[in-house]
């Protein structure tokens, strides 16, 4: 590994010029897609083979258009509910013409005869290896990914064979390929998903499934500070360190669509701005009991493109009877999906609080230990720099962490110090700890900005979250009471984790009892809150964790924000 070494040198070697003029191309660190003239829809395919062809054929003409060898793009049709939004929306801001629809064969025929497909690439649709390895062959060597079953079919449309990769390992792959490879990103995808192979072809990218001693070399191979595409197998912590111990982030993004298109030309939009607090606008006299509900799993970039929008969460009727508080991925989507983005930001209400999920989801505190200990400091200062930039592009201004160890440890506290000194105008942060989310009990963490500012770190005192029998966590109800019987013990300026998946059932005589997760009469999300918020004392009032921060910081420090006020 000593040209990792020497890579890693080199890269922390710029890292003090890169401070001072960090620009937005430096601070990207998605790839980035060219947009576009011409965008062809793929007809929905019938079959897992058919839809791994199409996403090789979205894949490779992507490709050919950063290469400038094509002006097309191809849309890949789908189920998920608010696609369809995403692609007009994306179409009217790239101002494509839009193409008659073909189905997937008739499309890798016509690139083929467009000289942008060279053949194909063989694969066994087993479950094992042979799919992933493919994919990375199809992006080097331009071949659609064809099923063994498929062959013939493809022989007779005038395709030759590229490589066959059904006698081919993860391993193999990578030690033949690895010099041609993208290091600044990786695709994680189980062999029985074809979800993302169009943006690993489109971008060269490695295509892995499995937390191992192989999965780890590739780790340390690749640039500090890429994104890891998809889901792993496993445990989720099991899966999320070993990434963050190297110096990357996971993006929990293993059911997205169409990234390809749904980014190209990201880096030259100017995003909306999230509208925030101004703190000369909260009454800071008000005499009441303040407590905080902000949603999890915003680091879930899949659920933030899809089924975050729906009448469950963002767009659930409870929104306009309650203050309310949503983890989400906004610096990603702003790169990925910036139609998403926008979307997010317009339908934002004033009492309602975005908060950054710190870049994407990784551990703060074992974040690139193994790069050594003075450059693993380096490495998440550069990657503090880099979200400022975004930060201020989308105008957030709080930050949410979830850390693998105690939130209050000494890295935990090192790494919210960087944050803190690297982000201009930062409100505050939050920290959850893997399990349980409130570990710190409420507990605030004080560390200070560049203009000797201090900052809160403000972690969660209960979990909104069901079926635990432990302390702190609890129902809609028992959340209520623990926060009743805080007020009346003048325990004031907290705020409640919710559990985005847990879900519940009110009974007839309005007593509420724990569903299984996949209960079809079972509720979730927003409405579990509202619950709650029915049962608190009328001292006790529910505004927006921004909001909160603020009040913390006048409660605290009330000389800086008379300061910044003025």
Same mark, same amino acid.
């Given at each position: 590994? $000593?040209?990792?070494?020497?890579?890693?040198?080199?890269?922390?070697?710029?890292?003090?010029?890169?401070?001072? =003029?960090?620009?937005?191309?430096?601070?990207?660190?998605?790839?980035?897609?060219?947009?576009?003239? $011409?965008?062809?829809?793929?007809?929905?395919?019938?079959?897992?083979?058919?839809?791994?062809? #199409?996403?090789?054929?979205?894949?490779?003409?992507?490709?050919?258009?950063?290469?400038?060898?094509?002006?097309?793009?191809?849309?890949?049709?789908?189920?998920? =509910?608010?696609?369809?939004?995403?692609?007009?929306?994306?179409?009217?801001?790239?101002?494509?013409?839009?193409?008659?629809?073909?189905?997937?064969w008739n499309l890798a025929v016509k690139y083929k005869n467009a000289s942008l497909i060279k053949g194909y690439v063989l694969y066994k649709n087993d479950g094992l290896q042979s799919l992933n390895v493919a994919t990375v062959?199809?992006?080097?060597?331009?071949?659609?990914?064809?099923?063994?079953?498929?062959?013939?079919?493809?022989?007779?449309?005038?395709?030759?064979?590229?490589?066959?990769?059904?006698?081919?390992?993860?391993?193999?792959?990578?030690?033949?390929?690895?010099?041609?490879?993208?290091?600044?990103?990786?695709?994680?995808? =189980?062999?029985?998903?074809?979800?993302?192979?169009?943006?690993?072809?489109?971008?060269?990218?490695?295509?892995?499934?499995?937390?191992?001693?192989?999965?780890?070399?590739?780790?340390?191979?690749?640039?500090?500070?890429?994104?890891?595409?998809?889901?792993?197998?496993?445990?989720? =912590?099991?899966?999320?360190?070993?990434?963050?111990?190297?110096?990357?982030?996971?993006?929990?993004?293993?059911?997205?669509?169409?990234?390809?298109?749904?980014?190209?030309?990201?880096?030259?939009?100017?995003?909306?701005?999230?509208?925030?607090i101004d703190p000369n606008d909260i009454d800071f006299n008000e005499n009441k009991h303040f407590h905080a509900f902000m949603m999890s799993d915003g680091d879930n970039m899949q659920w933030g493109m899809n089924g975050f929008?729906?009448?469950?969460?963002?767009?659930?009727?409870?929104?306009?009877?309650?203050?309310?508080?949503?983890?989400?991925?906004?610096?990603?989507?702003?790169?990925?999906?910036?139609?998403?983005?926008?979307?997010?930001?317009?339908?934002?209400?004033?009492?309602?609080?975005?908060?950054?999920?710190?870049?994407?989801?990784?551990?703060?505190d074992v974040f690139a230990e193994n790069r050594g200990e003075t450059e693993r400091w380096e490495i998440l200062r550069q990657f503090a720099r880099k979200a400022n930039i975004h930060l201020k592009r989308t105008g957030i201004?709080?930050?949410?962490?979830?850390?693998?160890?105690?939130?209050?440890?000494?890295?935990?506290? $090192?790494?919210?110090?960087?944050?803190?000194?690297?982000?201009?105008?930062?409100?505050?942060?939050?920290?959850?700890?893997?399990?349980?989310?409130?570990?710190?009990?409420? #507990?605030?963490?004080?560390?200070?900005? $560049?203009?000797?500012?201090?900052?809160?770190?403000?972690?969660?005192?209960?979990?909104?979250?069901?079926?635990?029998?432990?302390?702190?966590?609890?129902?809609?109800?028992?959340?209520?009471?623990?926060?009743?019987?805080?007020?009346?013990?003048?325990?004031?300026?907290?705020?409640?984790?919710?559990?985005?998946?847990?879900?519940?059932?009110?009974?007839?005589?309005?007593?509420?009892?724990?569903?299984?997760?996949?209960?079809?009469?079972?509720?979730?999300?927003?409405?579990?809150?509202?619950?709650?918020?029915?049962?608190?004392?009328?001292?006790?009032?529910?505004?927006?964790?921004?909001?909160?921060?603020?009040?913390?910081?006048?409660?605290?420090?009330?000389?800086?924000?008379?300061?910044?006020?003025?």
């Amino acid at each position: 590994m $000593k040209y990792s070494y020497l890579y890693l040198f080199l890269f922390l070697l710029a890292l003090p010029a890169q401070s001072q =003029s960090l620009d937005l191309a430096t601070a990207y660190w998605w790839p980035q897609q060219k947009i576009p003239a $011409k965008v062809v829809k793929c007809l929905r395919p019938a079959t897992f083979v058919e839809s791994i062809l #199409a996403q090789s054929v979205a894949g490779l003409v992507a490709q050919a258009v950063n290469e400038g060898l094509s002006d097309e793009m191809v849309w890949i049709e789908n189920t998920a =509910s608010q696609y369809n939004e995403w692609y007009k929306r994306c179409i009217q801001r790239i101002d494509a013409e839009e193409l008659a629809s073909e189905n997937a064969w008739n499309l890798a025929v016509k690139y083929k005869n467009a000289s942008l497909i060279k053949g194909y690439v063989l694969y066994k649709n087993d479950g094992l290896q042979s799919l992933n390895v493919a994919t990375v062959y199809a992006g080097l060597h331009q071949g659609i990914l064809v099923e063994e079953s498929q062959e013939q079919t493809a022989v007779n449309k005038g395709f030759n064979l590229l490589v066959d990769a059904r006698s081919k390992n993860y391993q193999t792959c990578f030690n033949e390929e690895k010099n041609n490879l993208n290091k600044r990103m990786i695709v994680i995808v =189980s062999p029985t998903m074809q979800n993302n192979r169009d943006w690993a072809i489109a971008q060269k990218s490695m295509v892995y499934y499995g937390v191992n001693p192989l999965y780890e070399s590739i780790l340390e191979w690749m640039e500090p500070l890429s994104p890891i595409v998809g889901w792993n197998e496993g445990g989720e =912590s099991t899966h999320v360190a070993p990434p963050s111990r190297w110096g990357h982030f996971n993006t929990a993004s293993d059911f997205c669509l169409n990234f390809p298109l749904l980014s190209a030309g990201s880096m030259n939009e100017n995003p909306e701005k999230i509208r925030t607090i101004d703190p000369n606008d909260i009454d800071f006299n008000e005499n009441k009991h303040f407590h905080a509900f902000m949603m999890s799993d915003g680091d879930n970039m899949q659920w933030g493109m899809n089924g975050f929008f729906n009448k469950e969460y963002f767009n659930n009727a409870c929104r306009n009877q309650m203050a309310t508080s949503w983890t989400s991925c906004p610096l990603n989507l702003s790169m990925m999906a910036p139609d998403v983005y926008n979307y997010l930001v317009s339908n934002k209400k004033d009492d309602m609080s975005i908060v950054e999920f710190s870049g994407g989801y990784f551990y703060p505190d074992v974040f690139a230990e193994n790069r050594g200990e003075t450059e693993r400091w380096e490495i998440l200062r550069q990657f503090a720099r880099k979200a400022n930039i975004h930060l201020k592009r989308t105008g957030i201004k709080v930050l949410n962490f979830i850390t693998l160890y105690p939130i209050d440890s000494e890295n935990a506290r $090192k790494a919210y110090q960087i944050y803190a000194e690297e982000i201009d105008d930062l409100t505050g942060m939050t920290a959850i700890q893997y399990n349980p989310y409130h570990n710190g009990g409420g #507990a605030i963490i004080w560390v200070k900005n $560049k203009q000797n500012i201090d900052i809160p770190v403000v972690t969660a005192r209960y979990s909104l979250w069901g079926k635990i029998d432990k302390a702190g966590f609890g129902r809609p109800d028992q959340i209520a009471g623990y926060i009743n019987a805080d007020a009346s013990n003048n325990i004031n300026l907290n705020w409640t984790i919710v559990h985005a998946w847990s879900r519940y059932k009110k009974q007839k005589d309005g007593s509420i009892i724990d569903t299984d997760n996949d209960a079809p009469d079972g509720v979730r999300g927003l409405t579990p809150v509202k619950w709650c918020k029915d049962r608190l004392d009328s001292s006790v009032k529910i505004i927006s964790i921004e909001e909160l921060l603020w009040r913390i910081r006048a409660e605290y420090h009330p000389e800086q924000i008379t300061n910044l006020k003025n």
